[in-house]
């Protein structure tokens, strides 16, 4: 039942309305093996850091749940390093520095141990990269979950399509759908896209929820209405960390199921958002956990008339 | 158990990107007792129009409905015409014309028939007029619904205000809560309007869906994936429409039973968009809505994991 998540381990410097912060420990595989970490130890990293990456750090992850053999630390390198301001809404930012250092020229080696994988987590990285982490487990996954973004849409698109078709689910954000499609409509979008590859497609609409889709079916978890959303900077991460962790858990990726894991990882998202960077996902119980997912059933829950009449 | 509905009926003219109509029959009131009319007949209607306005556009408010003995002819006057261009996406619009005409010193006078009213829905007109309806009814309706926009923000806040603190339910959209409230956060929004006066307010975010506050609990019904949107006018007066009818036909105006009415709504309005102005409305079945309205709940089901296991 071995989950294997690649993606970035990085620093972040982040400016919201309410407040900034200095380099703080981020990037995709970080938010996404810690959400994943409630539902299933150990979550296996694929990644790479420099020396300036602080044990302290690295002690954190692994605290946390996470297996480090397959994080490499370049000696004489530097870490990833984003920095980003957000718009007063929260809805728009801006990158204010982007330094890959060692991500250039990262080649994702899995230890023998990761062999054991059934659930790969491919986080944001250059598809290149995703795909060369398919190619090097022996035997294939029994699901692996792809995220990714309009950076490589913009300038990878042949190569982004070559993953997207070896992936079973594909993790996006809306506009990201409309512009991989070429369509507006979602529902358009979706089966386009799921012409592609993908048997399961996951748009994430941020404030405004997630939509489910396979080829006959659509499911849509909201967001929960936030008094305060503090830092927007992983929620897409740690949707997807529990999203994949819940169904590694479970270990049933039905359809049914990935209704939960959707509905899980939204909860989890709803958690990653009211602090900065990954404080808040740093110290959750699951009475929390799951009296957020209580939350998510009641806010659409609706008695039918006839029940209630009876 | 008598509906009354006050709003405009007027002509459209509509430019979308899939077409474009002449003037056509339009207006609030027109799309709100459409769709009440499909829960509760007669909706009786208060409004005005010119000797411009054809009498078969009057007789198929009739067919689906409507009492008209609070429809006010003005002789040798046109009725209220807006004309409006839809950007590519939808999402946005430009009003092209908007021509007052007999709306201008309108005077709303109530049938003694209405004064048996129990269900109130102001649809979008003048803060002053809506309250005059308000006033010239003997008897206090069971529950008062009323429909804004942010115009009225925007050139009558202080008469605006007015007219809310004498309402049950606020229907307006989330640019218009985010302006009323002066918070971006539409949780801290509802907060500060329900101390405005409503019990209840509806937040409608179009294709994102809508949310019911009271002060204690939120409810959220989603908008249906659709694959095709093509023309939104009248879709937030078909959801008020809806929500209202349902409750009157229900007489039952628990926030249980303000949630079924909120899907109810929704449903309405799904089909409100599928095709140019009113054309959807005229000919809906029964079965047709019922099943639309299964669409919702099963778009947000998710069944236990504990019975699913079971």
Known sequence: MSLVVIGSVAFDALETPFGKTDKIIG???TYISLSASYSVKPVKLVAVVGDDFPQSDIALLQQHGADTEGLQIKQGEKSFFWSGKYATDLNSRETLVTELNVLADFDP???DSYQDCKYLMLGN???QTQRLVIQRLVNRPKLIVMDTMN???????EDLKTTIEMVDVLSINDEEARQLSGQHSLVKAAKIILEMGPKYLIIKKGEHGALLFDKKQVFFAPALPLEEVFDPTGAG????GGFIGYLAATDDISFENMKRAVVHGSAMASFC???FGTERLLNLSQEEIEAREQQFADLVAV???TVAAS
């Open 109 to 111: 080696i899995l230890p």
């Open 273 to 275: 958002v009211e602090k």
């Open 151 to 157: 950076f490589w849409m913009d300038i990878a698109l």
């Open 237 to 240: 991460d740690t949707f997807a």
């Open 125 to 127: 990285l250059t598809p």
């Open 303 to 305: 008695m039918p008339a």
């Open 27 to 29: 990037g995709a595989a």
